[in-house]
């Protein structure tokens, strides 16, 4: 489950880097700093960082979101 979050986190950030939103990039150097903080810890229970993380790499997408609904392109929905 948590494969498939970081998977459509990754995506929609992708999709708003694309278009030129610097939230989409923000968003994708946090995943990737995540990503890599994850894999080199000895324990998946001291993840500390993912609490702060993930909310800064939502409020990334939510601005990308309203960017995008500015312009009339949806960017959480497929088209």
């Known amino acids: ?3 498939a979050l970081f998977a459509r ?9 694309r278009r030129g939103l ?5 968003g994708l150097a ?12 000895s324990s998946f229970t001291g993840f500390p960082t993912a609490f702060l993380g993930l909310l800064l790499i939502g409020v990334a997408v939510a601005a990308a979101d309203a960017h995008e609904a500015e312009d009339g392109v949806a960017l959480g929905r497929p088209r």
């Open 1 to 3: 489950m948590l494969l």
């Open 9 to 17: 986190i990754a995506a929609t950030t992708a999709r708003a880097a």
């Open 22 to 26: 610097d939230e989409g990039w923000v």
């Open 30 to 41: 946090l995943l990737a700093t995540l990503l890599i903080d994850a894999l080199t810890r």
